[in-house]
């Protein structure tokens, strides 16, 4: 199946393109930038000296003439682009019988009024939300496989929601809001110049309080309320997150266990038990390593990804090989 990744110079963009050039079973037809972008023209392995020899490809503007070979060449469309931008793009390719893979949040959320809210932008397709598959590769594979447009999970929700949803699905959680603590690298804040990721100015601090985007994404899709509040650390990828659960009065540390077991079988979770999982463990690796450690009612999970794999690349790749019938790891594992 032949690939066209939109956004290819950017860092998920680059991150699927090296998967898709080394997959068994499908071929990169091209790389596309903005029309204006300041790297038409040139290769991809010109800003991504490691992938000297695999992408030597040209990256490409995204003109009214790309439309036309894109309509051509490709069989499934690579969103990796800012979410306005996704918004804007995906019903052009869905028209033209594509499926779509948006690595964005543009169509993640089901109310219009929380992307103005969330996103500061009033949805111009709110007829897609409610056909757009979740791509939470694990939990979802059904509806991913069959849907023409899938929402790629966020990087941080990809971590908490591994997290969290085997114990909502046994009914282990208490009422109270789930407390999330997330630190991620700074290429989850894209390849783009800003003062506030550049690396002399990043040590660690708190943003988003209250109001990031991914609250709504993750309770939308954990069905249980949450209080989460990313950091920004300085480190290059990979994403780790501390979790307080108050679980219901007499959960035992069995059932817990027991919980997780719903994932022991999935080739990219890891299952850690009480060690403590860590960003250099997942750096670059397509995995989510998730632990746990309980005291009584109380129980603090640690999941740990890399931003740039399984919270964006690694897992539109998923989601690709669900759309063809293909163990949702191809391409992934070792
Ligand atoms: N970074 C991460 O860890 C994750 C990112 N994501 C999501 O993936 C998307 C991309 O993120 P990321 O890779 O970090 O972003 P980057 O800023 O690194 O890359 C954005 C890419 O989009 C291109 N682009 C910008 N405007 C247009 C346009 N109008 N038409 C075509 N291409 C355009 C840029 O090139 P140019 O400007 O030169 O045209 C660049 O190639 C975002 O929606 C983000 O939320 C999801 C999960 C994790
Ligand atoms: C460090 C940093 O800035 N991270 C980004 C999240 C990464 C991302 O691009 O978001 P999606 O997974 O929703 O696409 C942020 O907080 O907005």
Redesign the pocket.
Same mark, same amino acid.
């Given at each position: 199946m032949k690939v066209v990744i939109?956004?290819?110079?950017?860092?998920?963009?680059?991150?699927l393109a090296s998967l898709v050039a080394k997959h068994p079973q499908l071929t990169l037809a091209a790389c596309? *930038? &903005?029309?204006?972008?300041? @790297?038409?023209g040139k290769l991809l392995s010109d800003l991504y000296p490691e992938h000297l020899g695999l992408l030597d490809t040209p990256?490409l503007?995204?003109s009214e003439r790309a439309y036309s070979d894109i309509e051509n060449s490709a069989d499934f469309v690579c969103?990796?682009?800012?979410?306005k *931008?996704?918004v @804007?793009?995906a019903p052009r390719f869905l028209s033209m019988g594509k499926k779509v893979f948006?690595?964005?949040?543009?169509y993640r959320l089901s109310s219009n009024e929380d992307y103005q809210t969330y996103y500061g932008f009033e949805h111009q397709h709110t007829e897609l939300l409610n056909e757009a598959a979740y791509g939470l590769a694990e939990w979802n594979s059904e509806a991913i496989a069959k849907a023409q447009l899938i929402a *790629?999970?966020?990087?941080y929700p990809?971590a908490a929601l591994n997290a969290l949803k085997p114990l909502q699905q046994a009914g282990l959680l208490a009422e109270q809001p789930v407390i999330i603590n997330a630190v &991620?690298?700074v290429?989850?804040?894209?390849?783009?110049a800003s003062v506030g990721t550049h690396f002399c100015e990043v040590s660690l601090a708190p943003y988003g309080l209250f109001n990031h985007r991914h609250s709504p994404e993750i309770e939308q899709h954990l069905g249980h309320k949450v209080l989460f509040t990313p950091h920004l650390g300085n480190f290059p990828?990979g994403?780790l997150e501390t979790i307080y659960v108050q679980l219901k009065a007499d959960v035992t540390s069995e059932q817990v266990t027991q919980a997780y077991q719903v994932l022991a079988d999935e080739p990219l979770i890891r299952l850690l038990g009480s060690k403590i999982p860590s960003i250099k463990g997942v750096a670059k690796q397509p995995y989510v390593d998730i632990a746990w450690q309980q005291q009584g009612s109380q129980l603090i999970v640690m999941a740990a990804i890399d931003?740039?794999l399984k919270?964006?690349?690694g897992q539109a790749l998923q989601c690709i090989n669900l759309a063809m019938g293909l163990p949702h790891s191809t391409g992934l594992k070792g």
């Open positions: 939109i956004g290819a110079s950017g860092y998920s963009g680059a991150e596309y *930038v &903005s029309e204006q972008s300041l @790297d038409k990256l503007p995204l969103l990796c682009t800012d979410h *931008v996704s @804007d793009l948006d690595l964005s949040g543009g *790629v999970a966020g990087c990809t &991620s690298g290429t989850g804040a894209g390849r783009k990828r994403i931003n740039l919270g964006a690349a």
